[in-house]
């Protein structure tokens, strides 16, 4: 009777893992193309820029395969949060260190720091409430977040900071306008996150109904 339940579990060895890896992996390329001469080579940063918009799009693509072919794993559910984290935090914190001397660079750390105080703090939250027997999805206002922060962040990594002209600098404001939307969502979600963990913390072990 036991013998079947291997069948019926999907190996840890598929194609969603092992783009999930490949995303970790790709950090520390990412980085250093991001900080090569101080982000002050514009080559680098539009090659940094194709690194993140490939590395996201692994995300979507081993989260679609997975759900399509019912191959979510334990190690996928621990090495995707952890790979996306990684990529989004590498990015803040390279973006902010090139940007230290811009004008607008302490109010750029100052939304990096909350960003990623909201992202790790969620993330071990989650791992908490999954060990409690809960489980947390993305609602759509953390999806938005997701989505709102990706742009941002695509925006920054290219060096419009660099290039003369009204066009860099329109969009370098977009951008801008895209972070604050992002920061301002995430802080949203984050609170409601923290409030639909405690309500769950209230029910017994393993109930979600509201």
């Not at 019926?8 to 990412?30: A, E, H, Q, Y």
């Not at 590498?90 to 990623?116: H, R, S, Y």
Request: hydrophobic share 55%; with cysteine.
């Amino acid at each position: 009777m036991d013998s079947s339940r291997p069948a019926d579990k999907p190996s840890n060895l598929n194609v969603p893992n092992v783009l999930t890896v490949i995303r970790i992996l790709g950090v520390p390329v990412f980085g250093w193309l991001l900080l090569h001469d101080g982000g002050e080579s514009i080559g680098y940063r539009i090659a940094a820029w194709a690194t993140f918009a490939v590395l996201m799009a692994t995300d979507k693509i081993d989260g679609d395969i997975a759900r399509k072919h019912d191959l979510i794993t334990d190690f996928g559910k621990m090495a995707d949060p952890i790979a996306d984290k990684a990529l989004t935090g590498m990015a803040f914190i390279g973006l902010a260190i090139i940007f230290t001397d811009q004008p607008w660079g302490p109010v750029f750390w100052a939304a990096v720091i909350l960003m990623l105080v909201r992202e790790w703090g969620i993330t071990v939250m989650r791992m908490v409430m999954v060990r409690r027997g809960f489980v947390m999805p993305a609602g759509r206002g953390g999806k938005l977040k997701t989505v709102l922060q990706s742009f941002a962040i695509a925006g920054y990594c290219l060096p419009f900071e660099l290039w003369d002209g009204v066009v860099p600098a329109v969009l370098l404001a977009v951008t801008h306008v895209l972070m604050a939307a992002a920061l301002v969502v995430a802080l949203v979600t984050g609170v409601q996150y923290v409030i639909d963990a405690r309500r769950l913390a209230a029910q017994p072990a393993g109930d979600t109904s509201r």
